[in-house]
């Protein structure tokens, strides 16, 4: 019998790590699909709003990564327990999402003389208000980012500050122990260790 | 006795006005805190990372305008009935925001030349792109942008579509009239035409 869940991306981590995450650690079989370059462009027609990660599931698709992952989240226990709860987790992935969208545009600015400005100003102000804020959290969270424990905020973490050293170029996480102690821990989560293990190897 | 809620923004409708559609709809009482620029300084060191709109209640505080509003909507009845439900309404959310995005980059580009081609390319193409395929999702969605009945997804689009013709400089739905006919519907929900009548007039 084919898996109940279809995941198509790209052949990267990026936007579908924290759902392969979720899906491994809820032990929850599904087809992983790596759409290549040149399949894309027919595919790309079939998909809502032409983008990936698309997540299929008795017939039906939905895309965007945060919304797939917070389904996810919700089938394999990492959610809050009430609505205030999943707010909680909610606003923290936003605010996450809020910084990788600043490193984003600066990935992304063709102007060398404008991409140096905007380098430093990430480098003095953007990643040091962001990731000063969100280590103090951690530390004041029993070593999570939301509600003292385990949520898939710390999944959707883990797997997008890969991006932000790929993006920035350079280690976001240097003065942040517990931070680095977090990803440490959920990379170290037995499903996932394994699934680290066995995952195709990508430059992220 | 004071209201459950507190929600606290600047003196626009903005990031917030979804949240306050969706507590007027709902009938929830809730102190509507209009901040201004000369009381942010001294209110940002207390926010969280230092942004509004934020909900308070019950002596919690949250970020983040799109998780407040998902969490209002759970309260008032305007989410999803099942996991795959709020999946379908998020990604159509975020789809939203999206665009959003695109054109508040627009918006905010100094440079005249290349604000100039920004804005040509959303006209013929970003735009097009994003509300051509909106407009048939409400035309074969029972005049809804998810699930076919009245969700939060419309309180969104109709509460930040304004925002998209003020960072645009036109009429982003003039070729959409099941997209009007929606936001029409929406702004004339009797609770809503109410808040509408007296709810602090703003530019945007």
């Not at 919304?67 to 009430?82: F, H, M, P, S, W």
């Not at 990788?100 to 400005?117: C, P, Q, S, V």
């Not at 942040?176 to 293990?197: C, F, H, R, T």
Request: aromatic letters at 12%; one cysteine or more.
């Amino acid at each position: 019998m084919a898996p109940a869940y279809k995941l198509s991306y790209f052949n990267f981590r990026g936007l579908a790590e924290t759902a392969r995450f979720l899906l491994n650690y809820g032990g929850i079989e599904f087809e992983d699909v790596r759409v290549t370059q040149e399949e894309w462009p027919q595919l790309k027609e079939k998909m809502p709003f032409g983008t990936l990660p698309v997540l299929e599931h008795d017939g039906k698709q939905a895309g965007q990564s945060i919304a797939i992952a917070r389904y996810l989240a919700k089938q394999v226990g990492l959610a809050g327990k009430d609505d205030w709860e999943n707010l909680e987790i909610d606003a923290i992935v936003d605010t996450i999402n809020d910084l990788r969208l600043k490193l984003l545009a600066i990935h992304f600015e063709k102007d060398e003389e404008k991409k140096k400005t905007l380098l430093e100003t990430a480098a003095k102000e953007t990643i040091p208000y962001y990731i000063t804020r969100l280590e103090t959290i951690v530390q004041q969270n029993n070593g999570h980012l939301a509600l003292g424990r385990l949520t898939w905020a710390d999944f959707y973490f883990t797997t997008v500050c890969g991006a932000f050293d790929f993006f920035f170029g350079g280690d976001c996480l240097a003065n942040s122990p517990s931070l680095k102690s977090l990803v440490q821990k959920v990379n170290e989560l037995p499903a996932i260790k394994k699934w680290i293990e066995i995952r195709p190897k990508t430059e992220f």
